[in-house]
């Protein structure tokens, strides 16, 4: 069974300071998607990266980057610099692929780290 | 806006009744999902539905059903309803071509008294 564990329940950090959010997943499976999504206090799920398992380079998205590390099953998120819209709660998530070609995105998530950015 | 529309964004009732949720997916999503998050269980995947037909169910109780209908919108049920079941539920589509995507709308708040 997959599993994905977000072991870092809260995380505060100051405003201006560097952040890692960590993500361990475990799967059988050998293609498989692993995924980070942002909950800020209005609810909504918000994308933010898709990583295949193929695909171990390392990502970075202006103040986001991402380090995949197949050998320790880990897809850690870091912010830079970190401002207070940053303030939400980021979800880990690996997917399932289900079958061939038609979409099997089942998505299993972390439970999730509270980042609370302080001014 | 992620394009996929849910309906009603809040929703009160008691224990006992029933309710149903709605979905509009993106424009060509053909892959429907819905999950549930509580306190308790976090987000959890209840179903899915591709153009139509049932492909994946999770940890769906019996007391809830679900469809998607010939135009791709889905609707989830959810009936006998205990205090239990207050929780977020989100919809999700994709495209159905293994993009690896979901992309979520904003969710029904459910809170049964």
């Known amino acids: 069974a997959q599993k994905v564990t977000q072991a870092q329940t809260e995380i505060s950090v100051v405003e201006k300071e560097d952040v890692t959010l960590d993500c361990v997943y475990e799967?059988?499976?050998?293609?498989?998607?692993l995924f980070w999504y942002k909950q800020p206090p209005s609810g909504e799920l918000v994308f933010l990266i898709r990583?295949?398992?193929?695909?171990?380079q390392n990502e970075i998205s202006g103040r986001y980057s991402w380090n995949f590390q197949k050998s320790t099953s880990s897809f850690n998120f870091t912010i830079t610099a970190s401002q207070v819209v940053d303030s939400a709660v980021y979800f880990c998530?690996?997917?399932?692929?289900?079958?061939?070609?038609?979409?099997?995105?089942?998505?299993?998530f972390g439970t999730g780290t509270r980042l609370t950015i302080i001014p | 806006d992620s394009g996929v529309t849910q309906t009603p964004k809040h929703l009160i009732t008691a224990t006992g009744q029933r309710v149903t949720l709605r979905c509009s997916p993106r424009?060509?999503?053909?892959?429907v999902y819905w999950y549930q998050q509580s306190l308790d269980q976090g987000l959890q995947f209840l179903i899915q539905?591709?153009?139509?037909?049932?492909?994946a169910k999770g940890n769906i109780l019996e007391r809830f059903s679900a469809q998607q209908f010939p135009d791709l919108h889905s609707e989830l049920n959810l009936s006998s309803l205990e205090l239990g079941d207050s929780a977020l539920y989100f919809c999700?589509?994709?495209?159905?071509?293994?993009?690896?995507?979901?992309?979520f709308g904003e969710g029904s708040r459910l809170t049964v008294l």
């Open positions: 999700a589509s994709s495209p159905g071509f293994s993009t690896g995507e979901l992309f």
């Open positions: 799967t059988r499976d050998t293609t498989y998607y």
């Open positions: 990583r295949n398992s193929f695909d171990e």
């Open positions: 998530a690996l997917s399932e692929m289900m079958g061939a070609n038609f979409g099997n995105e089942k998505l299993t």
């Open positions: 424009s060509g999503d053909l892959s």
């Open positions: 539905y591709y153009n139509g037909e049932e492909r």
